[in-house]
């Protein structure tokens, strides 16, 4: 019957099949853009990543690396790039931690610009784009100067479709079985062609997204001690992503212009219901509570770019203009009925608590930038320009204050609305930008080099108070050409990471770690970091590439927690905790990767790709020596695609793991440890123009577990005299999809 509607669903676009089946053999080879019949069947031979011409080292892949295993997003895509981890929740890839570093190290770019995101760090939260929507991902593992120095850890680059991407165009329809047997579905749409004196190229989809996961906590009062008591927990996130993306690109007035925009909003709903058992035992006369917690969100991304070029004063200019905004609207509540407080057993409820809580956040960006590049010599080139970004962000929350009901008080009955009073908290961020910069680029033999200085000025303003400041980025990059197969790389830049915004507040917020309350600091400076990579790559046969690359970050001036020594709201031996820059911190790693074709064995339609990555750290705390928060010690991906041309068929897999990672804050300390993950795909062409792909993914029900080793205070964490040792595991079963794709 599952299988019956995942088979419906699918087949739905073969009412266009027909027509467009018709018409493919009127088709011609096209010049320039890629035909919808190329990008829709990709049978035949295997894809590999690409082999780049940047003189930064850069791992670059097409749609149609990932397209095969059908990701939902452009994190599900970037699971098989190396050394990019995830702290996510079982089938959630969201905040990229590239190099296993927290995703505020990572700069997120879309089509080569900054984008805003919802998150305190700054960072883009890359399942908030649909994989639908990407030409390609391209990794950049340093930093050059006409790139915003956001990017200690390197740079993710989202490359939408252009209008000279496509001709023609295709349907993309199918059904999504769940871990809890619910069917959602996924259609999407784009066309690309000529429209008046310009091409256009238009896109949309719609796809649901279901995220069902069980949960199961053991709290104990210490390690090896007594089981105080257990929470078994359901987690399901609910929700449909909608897409609209549109490029249009036309000669003017002697250049080009360029238009684009995308559109992504987000209607989710994360309903999280608990029971709470006393020792364990999981009986109605040992429940101690009783949670439901749903939160309500919706989200919508827009980007709009414009860009002119035309050659000009002995180069050639470019004008860029940009708008983008992230608005993320939430509404939460929280339920609980607390029993055996006074010895009666449920039903005969203690205590009721309803909390409630709105949170709206607009986050607006205009940019803008001029830059031109001009030969100056022989095989040297000059580039130079400004880049302006102006940032307003407004964060307003409506928190109600708490209801609470203990019996016998409790009215009879009890009101279906509790009697609410609403606080109102907002902030404001202004953030202006000017960033000069110059580079040089040229070739000498079987040398290509760049070398640049950047200057970003940053003036912020929260809350009333200024923080301004400036800092000079220099970078350096050569490629020398050891051979036609082989090469060495060789990068030096310096980079910025700017403190979260949640930092900056000058606010004091009570209990906010652990006993302790914190106190924003809007004075912060930003962290900085020389960096240094170095790699090798070495082609094999026509299109395989097999690279190694070691990297290493110093930073300055980090980000940590302090403390003031004054008294915090709790009373005698509690205290304001603040933030400050304090220490310094060393990145480092080695990167191998692997993807070829077996063409040199004979197997022309067996491609193979192999990833790992090998992370440390080093940073020192007030308890001692510690990696960077929550980096794993290693990443690895693996697997294969296989091609048989003649039956219009292909299969294949890929296998990944993350090693456990360590995070140390105030109070608390975390291991997460995540089995692994295993994909499948099978797909047969079955008209010229139609592909029929089945794929899977999850299929080892991989668990995400954790240990939280948890203390009333930091002289309690030194001491190590717990609070509270818990252990929580959090599983989910696969996710299946059958997809059509269609040409026309």
């Known amino acids: 019957m599952k299988i019956g509607l995942l088979l419906g669903a699918a087949l739905a676009p073969l009412a266009f099949a027909g027509a467009a089946f018709a018409q493919s053999g009127q088709d011609t080879a096209p010049q320039g853009p890629v035909s919808s019949l190329d990008e829709v069947i990709v049978t035949g031979e295997p894809v590999m990543r690409n082999r780049t011409d940047d003189v930064v080292s850069t791992l670059s892949y097409d749609l149609e690396f990932f397209q095969r295993f059908e990701p939902l997003t452009v994190g599900d895509a970037l699971k098989r790039v190396p050394s990019v981890t995830f702290l996510s929740d079982v089938l959630e890839s969201d905040g990229v931690r590239l190099r296993g570093i927290d995703p505020g190290y990572t700069q997120i770019l879309i089509n080569g ?36 120095g956001d990017a200690l850890a390197g740079t993710i680059n989202i490359v939408l479709r252009d209008a000279l991407a496509l001709d023609g165009g295709y349907i993309r329809a199918g059904a999504i079985l769940f871990p809890d047997d619910e069917v959602g579905t996924t259609f999407g749409a784009v066309y690309g062609g000529e429209v008046g004196p310009g091409r256009l190229l238009i896109g949309a989809s719609v796809q649901d997204r279901r995220n069902p996961k069980n949960k199961f906590s053991q709290r104990f009062d210490e390690p090896g001690g007594t089981l105080d008591n257990v929470e078994v927990q359901t987690d399901v996130r609910d929700g449909t992503d909608y897409s609209f993306n549109a490029a249009y690109e036309v000669e003017v007035g002697g250049g080009t212009l360029d238009l684009s925009g995308v559109f992504v909003r987000t209607d989710r709903l994360q309903d999280e219901d608990s029971i709470e058992y006393q020792d364990g035992i999981q009986t109605e006369p040992n429940i101690l509570s009783i949670n439901d917690n749903d939160v309500d969100i919706q989200t919508d991304n827009l980007a709009l770019r414009a860009r002119y070029e035309r050659d000009m004063l002995g180069g050639e200019t ?3 203009l940009g708008y983008a905004s992230f608005d993320d609207d939430q509404e939460e509540f929280e339920n609980e009925a607390e029993y ?4 009666l057993p449920f039903p005969e409820e203690d205590r009721y608590t309803a909390e409630l809580e709105f949170r709206d956040l ?5 940019s803008f930038a001029v830059e031109h590049t001009r030969p100056v010599g022989d095989d040297v080139e000059m580039e130079f320009g400004i880049q302006a970004v102006s940032k307003d962000r407004d964060s307003t929350t409506v928190v109600a204050d708490r209801v609470r009901f203990n019996i016998p008080n409790a009215p009879t009955p009890r009101p279906a609305q509790p009697p609410f009073v609403f606080n109102t908290n907002n902030y404001i961020i202004e953030e202006t930008r000017f960033d000069p910069y110059v580079m040089f680029s040229g070739e000498a033999g079987a040398l290509k080099w760049e070398a640049g200085l950047r200057y970003e000025t940053t003036d912020t303003t929260i ?4 923080n301004d400041f400036a800092v000079l980025l220099p970078s350096a990059s050569l490629r020398f050409r050891l051979s036609d197969s082989d090469r060495l790389t060789l990068s030096v830049a310096r980079t910025v990471r700017r403190a979260d915004f949640d930092d900056l507040a000058p ?3 009570e209990e906010e770690r652990g006993d302790n309350d914190f106190r924003g600091n809007p004075l912060l400076e930003p962290e900085t970091a020389w960096g240094v990579d170095l790699g090798f790559e070495r082609r094999l046969g026509r299109r395989g590439v097999i690279g190694i690359n070691a990297f290493y970050r110093d930073v300055t001036d980090l980000i940590e927690d302090v403390n003031t020594g004054l008294e915090g709201s709790g009373g005698p031996g509690t205290f304001i905790e603040s933030i400050d820059n304090v220490g310094d911190g060393q990145v480092y790693g080695l990167e191998f990767d692997l993807s070829t074709p077996l063409d040199f064995i004979g197997m022309e339609s067996t491609g193979v790709f192999l990833n790992a990555s090998w992370l440390d750290s080093t940073v020192e705390d007030v308890l001692g020596e510690r990696r960077f928060n929550s980096q794993s010690d290693y990443v690895y991906n693996f697997g294969f695609t296989h091609d048989i041309p003649t039956w219009g068929l292909a299969f294949g897999a890929t296998y990944r793991k993350q090693a456990d990672a360590f995070e140390r804050v105030y109070a608390e300390e975390i291991v997460t440890s995540y089995g692994a993950d295993l994909e499948i795909f099978i797909e047969k062409q079955i008209f010229s123009n139609t592909v029929i792909r089945l794929t899977g993914s999850n299929l080892l029900d991989s668990s995400k577990d954790e240990v939280f080793d948890k203390f009333g205070d930091q002289a309690d964490q030194i001491s190590r005299s717990y609070d509270e040792y818990e252990l929580e595991t959090e599983s989910a079963g696969p996710v299946y999809q059958l997809v059509m794709r269609v040409a026309f």
């Open 340 to 343: 055996l407080r006074d010895g």
């Open 318 to 320: 470019r004008i860029k």
């Open 362 to 366: 607009q986050d607006e960006e205009m």
């Open 507 to 509: 606010v004091t917020l």
């Open 463 to 466: 809350a009333g108070i200024d």
């Open 113 to 148: 610009e900054r984008v805003p995101g919802g998150e305190a760090d700054r960072s883009f939260f890359v399942d908030r784009i649909p994989a639908e929507l990407i030409d390609r991902v391209e990794v950049v593992r340093s930093s050059s100067a006409n790139r915003s």
